[in-house]
Structure formats: C-alpha cells, structure tokens
C-alpha cells in the first residue's frame, strides 16, 4: 500500500511562487514516475508536469513550473513561480509505482489534492 502526502498549497498573489510537496510512504518496490495534476472548478482534470527519466510539462506551465524529485526521500515537488490566477486549481500528485520486487506491474496513487488559489 502506498499513501501520498501532499503539502505546500496556499493562497498566494499573482506572480508570486509557491513549491507543493508530495512524499511518497507505505510498501513499494520502487517509484517509476511522479506527476503533477490539477483541477480547476468547472474542468477537468489536466496534466501539469510530471517526471521520470526525463520531465515534461503543460505548455500552460512551462518555464514557469519546474518538477523535481528527492529519491532519497520519495518525494516530488511542483516549484511554481510568477503565479497566475489560471493556476488556481487543486493540485493532485500522482505516483506510479511498482508496488513489488516480483511483479513487474505499476499501479497509480493519488494524493489527496493540495488547494492553490492565486489572486489577481
């Protein structure tokens, strides 16, 4: 079972900067991918950046967000900077984890969601 802990949300002015945390406890064998995703009210859920052996990005984000990990710590983070009020969604990471040395199979895990809102 693996459990994810999201923290760092907050309300925050437009340009400002924000870094959510996301770390990663439980039984697993290894974690293949880590992942930001947001939901705004009234859409969808969208992808916002993710990373594995290498990072991408919504066009929406770039070069503003930068994804990193602490293996070490089983951890991913969302640094967020120049904030705009579009950002404001609930942000949920995501975990793709093989859940045992055995089984070759990846299984999906959620966080609970961090709130980011970003005033104008």
């Known amino acids: 079972q693996v459990q994810l802990v999201e923290s760092g949300g907050g309300l925050v002015q437009a340009g400002g900067s924000l870094r959510l945390s996301c770390a990663a406890s439980?039984?697993?064998?290894?974690?293949?991918?880590m992942g930001w995703y947001r939901q705004a009210p009234g859409k969808q859920r969208e992808l916002v950046a993710t990373i594995a052996s290498s990072t991408n990005y919504a066009d929406s984000v770039k070069g503003r967000f930068t994804i990193s990990r602490d293996n070490a710590k089983n951890t991913v983070y969302l640094q967020m900077n120049s904030l705009k009020p579009e950002d404001t969604a609930v942000y949920y990471c995501?975990?793709?984890?093989?859940?045992?040395?055995?089984?070759?199979?990846?299984?999906?895990?959620w966080g609970q969601g961090t709130q980011v809102t970003v005033a104008s």
């Open positions: 995501k975990v793709v984890a093989r859940p045992h040395a055995i089984y070759s199979y990846t299984k999906d895990y």
């Open positions: 439980g039984s697993f064998f290894s974690i293949n991918n």
